[in-house]
């Protein structure tokens, strides 16, 4: 691709922020030239395709709804799901000189789970001797359609649940792996059986999950849910949709006013099931459409997949290129709709802790884009590519 057509978006994290010395930060939506001249978990970019060719400062990272409202049951809560979390814009060619596939995400799984997504989407197949995350077709893997071993992502989520005691991943596989016990050998030799959620204490007829922070005691901090029925009984790897509705994905999950479950799923108000995953992401992954479909678009659907699942919020939000938007973006969505249901505020935001539900502090949405209780932060980059000049730019972000 021509150096004219690229973004190359370099996201550094540090131990302490030194953005913004002066005070003058900017916020979510106002002009910027560099990323240091937006508030934390901010970035300075742009969104052609809504006619805003200017930078301006947009949101790059969620709040984590447990650091605000915490002890309530894992399905009252809404999280942030990477659709092919895997398939990722300039991943190393590991199969031969060229991939002829889709890319769905832009940083690694590492940076996903450290901006707050908590659950990641992946397709595994048997390829080459072992288990390989592809995005493929057919039922089948190609050195064109291959991305790296599984087992290398899952050490990257078995190194942050190590690293981060109380929080909870997701994982949904696109099923392809045939080989007896591939999938329980896959995530033993990744150390992420400690961290497993057992099948057994799954609720099956629709009743509230434990809450997270018995999860987090138990060390129940991994769910992990299957495409192929069969495993549950072999494997003890929960068929995912025994336990979750969900609608179509593709061009019908973002056909706006239309929210319908997927052929496997049962009806969204099916009460039957527990957790419900909305898919919003096209058939065909464009980068340079993403801020566009992740702004109000986004709302908008999940607005009517609320109102098609019976007034019944989404527990998973799957998106593509999570962090493109032309302001708050999904972490915005992601806000209202925690807030609606763990407080019945504006904005999870606007959540008190131990206070009456309804009870809301003042809320202001330029103002709302920083992590409310930031302990902790990270290190890593990002490389996002779209029809725009040459920029490299530095974000300052905390995460609890």
Known sequence: MKQSCLLLLFISFFLTTSACSNGNCQVMLEPCSA??????????????????????CIRGQANIPTAIINGLPFNKYTWLVTHNAFSIVDAPLLTGPQRI???????????????????????????????WLCHSFRGQCYNITAFQPAINTLR????????????IVTIIIEDYVHTPKGLTKLFTDAGLDKYWFPV?????????????????????????????SSKEATEGIAYQWRYMVENEPGDPGVKQGSCSNRKESKPLPSKAASLFLQNYFPTIPVQAEACKENSAPLTDMVATCYKAAGNTMPNFLAVNFYMRSDGGGVFDALDR???QTLCGCVSVTACQARAPFGTCRNYEVRNSTSPTNPTRSFSGNVQLTASASHIYLKIYVHLH
């Open 200 to 228: 057994s204490k799954m609720p099956k007829k629709g009743e509230d999950w434990p809450t997270v922070t018995d999860m987090a005691r138990d060390n129940h901090r991994l769910l992990v849910f299957t495409s192929d």
């Open 101 to 131: 596939t889709f890319y769905n995400q832009e940083d690694s799984v590492t940076n996903q789970l450290r901006n707050g997504v908590r659950g990641l989407m992946l397709d595994m197949y048997d390829f080459e001797n072992d288990i």
């Open 337 to 339: 709709m925690n807030g």
């Open 35 to 56: 990323a240091t001249d937006c508030a934390a978990g901010l970035y300075c970019g742009n969104c052609p395709q809504l006619g805003k060719s200017q930078p301006f």
């Open 156 to 167: 990257e989520v078995e190194a942050f649940l190590s690293s981060n005691p109380t929080e």
